[in-house]
């Protein structure tokens, strides 16, 4: 059951079977599948710029390849945001840097 206003747009790594898509659909949600998007031989950090083309939340079982792409983008976030001695003797966390 589709609950208004709660929905979310997924869009389902290949480490994840075709087949959830389809029953996630089947249940009134919008998935998507690599394999229907035509991205199944596609790099982790493709997988990812498709889905934040396409406004999707990624659903993966590869959480150490995704989780290292987040950790780059926020660090490189930080590095591009704040001069060097905004840094020096400062606490920040990557939180602050969603990306």
Known sequence: MVVEG?????????D????LAED???RGFAALSTQEA???RARERE??????????AIVTYNISDFAALHLLRRTLKLLNTL???ERRGTL???????A
């Open 24 to 26: 996630l659909r089947s």
């Open 16 to 19: 994840v079977t075709k087949k």
């Open 47 to 56: 997988q990812l710029e498709c889905a934040v083309g396409e406004q999707r």
């Open 38 to 40: 035509g991205m199944d």
């Open 6 to 14: 709660l929905s979310i747009r997924l869009y389902l790594d290949r």
């Open 92 to 98: 920040r966390t990557l939180a602050e840097f969603k």
């Open 83 to 85: 001069a060097g001695d």
